[in-house]
Nanobody, 125 residues
């Protein structure tokens, strides 16, 4: 099983990017999709998670009001829309799938089964 991510890049502070994540199998279309990030020299941290319907979403405090997550079931793709980006958002971003229902929203990586390869997001002027 692969999770294919795309959409990373270089953006100026205050700019926007949208990351995409597509599982290679539709079997995981009903799983929760989580997003994590890892900055250089730091531990991987939870960004948020979205249910397969898109109706339940949680965000880390550091991104609330700036990032949003969604799912497109027809395309079997999840999205992380990042607005008003800051230099501290610079990191490698990962998507992952979780079949543990409500436990998926607590931010623990060990509940996530499959991971994408990561995509670099750099916020710099």
């Amino acid at each position: 099983v692969q999770l294919v991510e795309s959409g990373g890049g270089l953006v100026q502070p205050g700019g926007s990017l949208r990351l995409s994540c597509t599982p290679s199998e539709r079997t995981f279309s009903s799983d929760v999709m989580g997003w994590f990030r890892q900055a250089p020299g730091k531990d991987r941290e939870y960004v948020g998670a979205v249910s397969w319907t898109g109706q339940m979403v949680t965000y880390a405090d550091s991104v609330k009001g700036r990032f949003s997550m969604s799912r497109d079931s027809a395309k079997n793709t999840g999205y992380l829309q990042m607005n008003n980006l800051r230099s501290e958002d610079t990191a490698v971003y990962f998507c992952a799938t979780c079949s543990s229902n409500l436990r998926c929203y607590g931010g623990r990586m060990d509940f996530y089964d499959y991971w994408g390869q990561g995509t670099q997001v750099t916020v710099s002027s």
